[in-house]
T-cell receptor, first 113, second 114 residues
Framework: QKEVEQNSGPLSVPEGAIASLNCTYS??????FFWYRQYSGKSPELIMS????GDKEDGRFTAQLNKASQYVSLLIRDSQPSDSATYLC?????????????FGTGTQLKVEL | EPEVTQTPSHQVTQMGQEVILRCVPI?????FYWYRQILGQKVEFLVS????????KSEIFDDQFSVERPDGSNFTLKIRSTKLEDSAMYFC????????????FGQGTRLTVV
């Protein structure tokens, strides 16, 4: 069973701080990794995709991937109250999985004033 | 602007009734997915649809479910005889082709079975 694990939170950070969200996955041959943001009652919104080991930066967001440790993270710099949402980690594997996404349960982030 | 548009946004139906959920792509993509999310739970894969055929389906996607592209543009997810446990958000997503595997979700349909 391919799994994606996330701490459900809530993770509370003060406005302006760095929020660090973590995700581990069990399928060693996974190749594509994504972070989605989901507001309550809304659909997942793609924030970042990452395919290679290392860091990938986009504005205030940085995704980090370590395939050896089967670990992917998302850093949000200068956190804003509007960043308060659930962040979903999703993975595409290779072994007979096509391009379907396997999601974690999500980490709830609360950015406090 | 959403990549795909889903209708209706909310559907209430009685147990045992058939429902049809619709997904309208903005552009002419070939690869689409249906996912569902039961309240408070993770997003789960249901089925992928490529070039007018099912390419993969999950254990959830049993004989009660079907997908079609009836008019060459809209995609539909049909649940033949709804159960209480089918109550969930249903998302359609379009996926890029080749090396671009990013998935973009529609706004979802909230299905409530009473």
């Amino acid at each position: 069973q391919k799994e994606v694990e996330q701490n459900s939170g809530p993770l509370s950070v003060p406005e302006g701080a760095i929020a660090s969200l973590n995700c581990t996955y069990s399928d060693r041959v996974s190749q594509s990794f994504f972070w989605y943001r989901q507001y309550s009652g809304k659909s997942p919104e793609l924030i970042m995709s990452i395919y290679s080991n290392g860091d990938k930066e986009d504005g205030r967001f940085t995704a980090q991937l370590n395939k050896a440790s089967q670990y992917v993270s998302l850093l949000i710099r200068d956190s804003q109250p509007s960043d308060s949402a659930t962040y979903l980690c999703a993975v595409i594997g290779l072994t007979g999985g096509g391009n379907k996404l396997t999601f974690g349960t999500g980490t709830q982030l609360k950015v406090e004033l | 602007e959403p990549e795909v548009t889903q209708t209706p946004s909310h559907q209430v139906t009685q147990m045992g009734q058939e429902v049809i959920l619709r997904c309208v792509p903005i552009s002419n993509h070939l690869y689409f997915y249906w996912y569902r999310q039961i309240l408070g739970q993770k997003v789960e894969f249901l089925v992928s649809f490529y070039n007018n055929e099912i390419s993969e389906k999950s254990e959830i996607f049993d004989d009660q479910f079907s997908v079609e592209r009836p008019d060459g543009s809209n995609f539909t997810l049909k649940i033949r005889s709804t159960k209480l446990e089918d109550s969930a958000m249903y998302f359609c997503a379009r996926v890029g082709q080749g090396m671009n595997t990013e998935a973009f979700f529609g706004q979802g349909t909230r299905l409530t079975v009473v």
